[in-house]
């Protein structure tokens, strides 16, 4: 079974901290993304990585960035937190889409600034 | 851009009642479809994936069609229990991308 793990469930940070979310996935995937979801908002992509040190923006990525230097690896760094950036943040990994390869989420992080 | 749609935002059933979950999207150039189940406070847990050239998979009491034409995909979940209330997703995959519908809530009642 493919394995995504997050480091904390929850979190609680200060606003003007720096924060880093990471994420571990264990099924060798080139593919990694970060998802925030809100209420009434659903689930919106803030960054994905397709290859080691390779990065594209999504859908909102305003106020963070990210790092992959090794393929298992992805973090989500909130750069100066902020009390707008309180939300549940999702990692997942996948294959290639092209070889019908799905999604595979971690728990999630649920994170609050303070 | 595109827009994925879930109708209806929730539903209660009693149990042994054959669910029907509906999902439309906007853009048809989709490689893949995928069927979620989201339990309150937690990830997602994915159930079905449909590529764009099939026209449905099943798994176990789960059946997810897909009409790349029409913009549709539907999720039957047959004789449903209580375990099954969840929040259900659909998510179309453009290129590397996901594109989330808003979810049906299912409760279902014993």
């Known amino acids: 079974d493919v394995k995504v793990t997050q480091s904390s469930r929850y979190l609680v940070k200060r606003t003007g901290e720096k924060v880093f979310l990471e994420c571990v996935q264990d099924m060798d995937h080139e593919n990694m993304f970060w998802y925030r979801q809100d209420p009434g908002l659903g689930l919106r992509l803030i960054y994905f990585?397709?290859?080691?040190?390779?990065?594209e923006k999504g859908d909102i990525p305003e106020g963070y960035s990210v790092s992959r230097e090794k393929k298992e690896r992805f973090s989500l760094i909130l750069e100066s937190a902020s009390t707008n950036q309180t939300s549940m943040y999702l990692c997942a990994s996948s294959g290639a889409p092209q070889e019908a390869q799905p999604q595979h989420f971690g728990d999630g992080t649920r994170l609050s600034i303070l | 851009k595109q827009e994925v749609t879930q109708i209806p935002a929730a539903l209660s059933v009693p149990e042994g009642e054959n669910l029907v979950l509906n999902c439309s999207f906007t853009d048809s150039a989709i490689y893949n479809l995928q069927w979620f189940r989201q339990d309150p406070g937690k990830g997602l847990t994915s159930l079905l994936l449909i590529q764009s050239s099939q026209r449905e998979q099943t798994s176990g009491r789960l059946n997810a069609s897909l009409d790349k034409s029409s913009g549709r995909s539907t999720l039957y979940i047959a004789a449903s229990q209580p375990g099954d209330s969840a929040t259900y997703l659909c998510?179309?995959?453009?290129?590397?991308?996901?594109?989330f519908g808003a979810g049906t809530t299912v409760t279902v009642r014993a």
């Open positions: 998510a179309v995959i453009n290129d590397y991308k996901l594109s």
């Open positions: 990585s397709y290859d080691v040190k390779m990065k």
